[in-house]
């Protein structure tokens, strides 16, 4: 068995634990991993992510606007599932605009997902959007799980395990036509509008597949928090400021 095999049973192993199919779809295959720890590599083995002028940091990846990160060759098309642990500084974008968190046509349509004007969770599918009732908060880590599913062509959109919204995507502007950008807007279709802010991810997951709602309930955060060494605390930067809004997000959801 090569190495690479080895790590794709691996893969295969890991998605029995946490996805179970859909009904009428085949189970979905973890087919990349990213934790940003120091480092754009591949857990699984696959292509590392490319950076595009951000900070690789102890824990993550911090950027500013347009500064994010992608991947050349995703392996996926029209069934995925997307996990993204990650925050923007200000989800609003000073109330000016859209900023682009997934891009699936090689920055070379406007569709993909957002946050508004308002800083709440857009997919922005084609023809049709949705906006989701709860707003992200700033500097603070949410766990986003965007799904595909091509029997309905419904892209759905999960904050922190909870379904939040969905849109109908019928001519399939966020199918995957094979790279994958994060936090990078579609300049070239939307030159006098900058659809991008700045912010930190602490990583990024792919499936090949449609996660169920209870998949995405049980999805465990990819890095628990994390206390660093005092030798490492210079090279943690604002990666420290994001484990302790992690932790905010914690309190928060325990009511502690
Ligand atoms: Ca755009
Ligand atoms: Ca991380």
Request: aromatic share 8%.
């Amino acid at each position: 068995m090569t190495p690479v095999s080895r790590l794709l049973t691996i893969a295969g192993l890991l998605t029995l634990m946490v996805a179970a199919p859909v009904a009428g779809v085949a189970a979905p295959i973890l087919l990349h991993q990213y934790r940003l720890n120091s480092s754009l590599a591949d857990d699984l083995g696959g292509d590392s992510l490319t950076a595009h002028g951000g900070r690789s940091l102890y824990y993550g990846y911090s950027f500013d606007p347009n500064q994010g990160l992608s991947l050349s060759n995703s392996g996926i098309s029209d069934d995925w599932s997307i996990a993204i642990d990650f925050l923007f500084h200000d989800p609003t974008h000073g109330g000016v605009g859209w900023s682009k968190i997934l891009d699936t046509q090689d920055l070379s349509s406007d569709w993909g997902i957002y946050t508004g004007w308002d800083g709440e969770l857009e997919v922005y599918a084609d023809p049709n959007h949705s906006g989701s009732p709860v707003t992200l908060r700033p500097m603070t880590l949410s766990t986003l799980v965007i799904t595909r599913n091509s029997s309905t062509n419904y892209v759905k959109a999960y904050l922190d395990g909870e379904l939040q919204n969905s849109a109908l995507d019928t001519n399939g502007g966020l199918i995957s036509s094979g790279p994958l950008h994060f936090f990078m807007d579609d300049l070239l279709t939307l030159a006098t509008l900058n659809e991008a802010t700045s912010g930190y991810v602490d990583s990024i997951r792919i499936w090949n597949g449609v996660l169920s709602g209870q998949d995405i309930a049980q999805l465990e955060e990819l890095d628990p928090p994390q206390i660093p060494e005092p030798a490492s605390l210079l090279l943690v930067g604002s990666g420290l400021a994001a484990a302790g809004a992690r932790r905010l997000r914690t309190s928060r959801r325990t009511g502690a």
